[in-house]
């Protein structure tokens, strides 16, 4: 492993682990958010499956102070909105 000198170019801006919270959140806004599921939680857009996921990426969002990209289900229709009278 090298050592720094003083020829060795500044640290990054960003800490390690703020850097990789910046790379997951630009991940999960790349693949179009998260959404609202059936139960109230967030899920990824592009694995509705994966809850865990979109909760983590909404603590991710707020450690950054970023908003998170909430996106609508593309089956809207098939059940009612969690806050809905009949959700």
């Given at each position: ?41 967030h ?45």
């Amino acid at each position: 492993m090298a050592t720094p000198d003083s020829t060795s170019p500044d640290p990054p801006s960003l800490d390690p682990c703020r850097q990789a919270l910046c790379q997951f959140v630009q991940t999960v806004d790349a693949t179009g958010g998260v959404f609202h599921d059936e139960s109230g939680c967030h899920a990824p857009l592009a694995d509705s499956d994966w809850i865990d996921l979109g909760e983590a990426y909404v603590q991710a969002c707020a450690a950054l102070g970023r908003d998170i990209l909430l996106a609508q289900r593309p089956w809207a229709d098939d059940f009612p909105a969690p806050d809905s009278p009949t959700g």
